[in-house]
């Protein structure tokens, strides 16, 4: 079932790029049906999960290089699955809505999507350390093409800066993963949850690994890359950057930097609760002054990330005493209902600045005002996932912020007041960009002729809209899938191995 969705889109994108630019129509609609059938797959997939059980399921495996015993094995649990299928999820809308704004290559850009979406569900499938750093660093490769060959003006440097940066970061995770190799004899991941490590070797591997995850997320200082590289990228590739390859950091360190570094995670467990702190409220102040309206969500995006970093290393209460699991357990799907819901939220938020883009063809707040007055239904779409943005009560947003502040609370309280700070900053800055692009007379007649969001606008958002008042309201089937495996990481950690 995962050979089949991870390798189903790519085999499809082969066909498309053979297909050619002059055959536009069936290379959408044979994108399109085959990205709802790797989503119905992901949803059959669902159906059939065992949120009881801790193991991974749907477990694929067979011997691939047997010199390095590297195994081709795939498998997922209850922290893998939720973002497996946010990835199968937004692949089709970012299909779907490419047929707003034509470009270029069109079939190239489509395949470049399809090729992502395979690679992504590979990150979050593999169990074996070398195919995962496999499909890892692939994915550079379509999401630098989408950049560097349909973004603005300034892409091709920040199409390099967001690949030396990423890639650079990955490097030492393989040193990491070679040491490992050298110390259990393959590349199984969980060999490497079991192996025992000293110390000094925990702290080291941690930091390598901290390199590329960090970046990933990305956590401040390591984040100057993701602004330039949103403002540049079409708004397909904004859509994915921020709401799957982002997480794909925070997936890092709760499948490898916990379970196979716990000792060096609870040593260093202070200094990544201030970096997440920093990325919190620091990176929340700069989102304010910001003047481009994809340059302030994707500011804003670092600092929610900072709640998912957070969520995960609160758990030593500043190297005096260690969190129970309890409370650790709350803390992380605190975490993990966080990506899910800015997944989610950044998606949305992505696509309707691609919306009135298509129209006016800039992104600069100051040029927008009294958008209400000809587009009452976008409107009413984009404040609602702004408020959600905002960590409104009801809403995804919320629901993920207050669990990982509720946890924060449990361990030191001066740490949950300053990550409660950021429910104010995120309102100032929601609300300051929907007051000035959202409300107001119009300020020009462009803005009194914008036509009013089409279908295929509008499905895309409508759904997103839905999950995120849903995930809001309800969020216990997605606490349940996660809660066994969540559950069984702590187990795993709060044992030292030393």
């Given at each position: 079932?995962?050979?089949?969705?991870?390798?189903?889109?790519?085999?499809?994108?082969?066909?498309?790029?053979l297909?050619?630019?002059?055959?536009?129509?069936?290379t959408?609609?044979?994108?399109?049906?085959?990205?709802?059938?790797?989503?119905a797959?992901?949803?059959?997939?669902?159906?059939?999960?065992?949120?009881?059980?801790?193991?991974?399921?749907?477990?694929?495996?067979?011997?691939?290089?047997?010199?390095?015993?590297?195994?081709?094995?795939?498998?997922?649990?209850?922290?893998?699955?939720?973002?497996?299928?946010?990835?199968?999820?937004?692949?089709p809308?970012?299909?779907?809505?490419?047929?707003?704004?034509?470009?270029?290559?069109?079939?190239?850009?489509?395949?470049?999507?399809?090729?992502?979406?395979?690679?992504?569900?590979?990150?979050?499938?593999?169990?074996?350390?070398?195919?995962?750093?496999?499909?890892?660093?692939?994915?550079?490769i379509?999401?630098?093409?989408?950049?560097?060959?349909?973004?603005?003006?300034?892409r091709?440097?920040?199409?390099?800066?967001?690949?030396?940066?990423?890639?650079?970061?990955?490097?030492?995770?393989l040193?990491?993963?070679?040491?490992?190799?050298?110390?259990?004899?393959?590349?199984?991941?969980?060999?490497?949850?079991?192996?025992?490590?000293?110390?000094?070797?925990?702290?080291?591997?941690?930091?390598?690994?901290?390199?590329?995850?960090?970046?990933?997320?990305?956590?401040w200082?390591?984040?100057?890359?993701?602004?330039?590289a949103?403002?540049?990228?079409?708004?397909?590739?904004s859509?994915?950057?921020?709401?799957?390859?982002?997480?794909?950091?925070?997936?890092?360190?709760?499948?490898?930097s916990?379970?196979?570094?716990?000792?060096?995670?609870?040593?260093?467990?202070?200094?990544?609760?201030?970096?997440?702190?920093?990325?919190?409220?620091?990176?929340?102040?700069?989102?304010?002054?910001?003047?481009?309206?994809?340059?302030?969500?994707?500011?804003?995006?670092?600092?929610?990330?900072?709640?998912?970093?957070?969520?995960?290393?609160v758990?030593y209460?500043?190297?005096?005493?260690?969190?129970?699991p309890?409370?650790?357990?709350?803390?992380?799907?605190?975490?993990?209902?966080?990506?899910?819901?800015?997944?989610?939220?950044?998606?949305?938020?992505?696509l309707?600045?691609?919306?009135?883009?298509?129209?006016?063809?800039?992104?600069?707040?100051?040029?927008?005002?009294?958008v209400?007055?000809s587009?009452?239904?976008?409107?009413?779409?984009?404040?609602f996932?702004?408020?959600?943005?905002?960590?409104?009560?009801?809403?995804s947003?919320?629901?993920?912020?207050?669990?990982?502040?509720?946890?924060?609370?449990?361990?030191?309280?001066?740490?949950?007041?300053?990550?409660?700070?950021?429910?104010?900053?995120?309102?100032?800055?929601?609300?300051?960009?929907?007051?000035?692009?959202?409300?107001?007379?119009?300020?020009?007649?462009?803005?009194?002729?914008?036509?009013?969001?089409?279908?295929?606008?509008?499905?895309?958002?409508?759904?997103?809209?839905?999950?995120?008042?849903?995930l809001?309201?309800?969020?216990?089937?997605?606490?349940?899938?996660?809660?066994?495996?969540?559950?069984?990481?702590?187990?795993?950690?709060?044992f030292?191995?030393?």
């Open positions: 079932m995962l050979s089949i969705i991870i390798f189903t889109p790519i085999l499809v994108a082969i066909g498309v790029a297909m050619g630019d002059k055959r536009e129509g069936p959408y609609w044979l994108s399109l049906l085959s990205s709802i059938f790797v989503f797959l992901a949803l059959f997939m669902g159906i059939n999960f065992d949120p009881s059980q801790s193991q991974f399921q749907f477990v694929e495996q067979f011997n691939w290089i047997n010199q390095f015993n590297i195994q081709y094995h795939l498998g997922i649990d209850g922290i893998s699955y939720p973002l497996v299928l946010l990835t199968s999820l937004l692949t809308i970012v299909i779907v809505t490419s047929r707003t704004s034509p470009k270029r290559k069109y079939h190239q850009y489509l395949a470049s999507f399809l090729i992502m979406e395979g690679l992504m569900i590979g990150v979050f499938s593999a169990l074996d350390g070398f195919l995962f750093y496999i499909f890892w660093e692939s994915m550079l379509p999401m630098f093409i989408i950049i560097g060959l349909w973004g603005g003006k300034d091709v440097y920040a199409t390099v800066k967001f690949f030396l940066y990423t890639f650079l970061g990955s490097v030492f995770m040193i990491a993963l070679i040491y490992l190799y050298f110390k259990t004899g393959g590349y199984s991941i969980s060999d490497f949850h079991s192996v025992p490590l000293s110390m000094r070797e925990q702290l080291l591997i941690f930091l390598a690994f901290l390199f590329a995850f960090a970046v990933k997320v990305p956590m200082p390591v984040h100057t890359w993701l602004p330039d949103h403002v540049e990228a079409p708004t397909g590739g859509v994915i950057l921020a709401a799957v390859l982002l997480k794909m950091g925070g997936y890092g360190f709760l499948r490898f916990l379970p196979i570094a716990p000792d060096a995670s609870a040593y260093l467990a202070n200094f990544m609760i201030a970096l997440s702190l920093i990325a919190i409220i620091y990176i929340g102040l700069v989102a304010i002054s910001q003047t481009d309206m994809k340059k302030l969500i994707a500011y804003s995006s670092i600092s929610h990330m900072g709640f998912v970093t957070l969520g995960i290393f758990f209460n500043l190297g005096i005493q260690s969190a129970s309890e409370t650790m357990s709350l803390a992380i799907t605190g975490s993990m209902i966080q990506m899910i819901s800015h997944g989610l939220i950044s998606a949305a938020l992505f309707c600045v691609g919306v009135i883009y298509d129209r006016l063809h800039t992104r600069l707040i100051s040029d927008y005002q009294g209400v007055n587009m009452p239904k976008f409107a009413t779409l984009m404040v996932f702004a408020l959600a943005n905002a960590a409104i009560p009801g809403t947003g919320f629901v993920g912020e207050f669990t990982v502040i509720m946890a924060s609370f449990k361990i030191n309280l001066w740490i949950a007041l300053f990550a409660a700070i950021t429910l104010i900053i995120g309102a100032v800055y929601s609300l300051w960009l929907i007051k000035r692009v959202i409300f107001g007379e119009p300020l020009n007649e462009r803005i009194s002729g914008m036509q009013e969001m089409t279908m295929i606008e509008a499905l895309p958002l409508a759904t997103l809209a839905l999950l995120v008042l849903t809001g309201l309800w969020p216990a089937p997605l606490v349940e899938i996660m809660s066994m495996s969540i559950e069984n990481l702590v187990n795993h950690i709060t030292s191995k030393l």
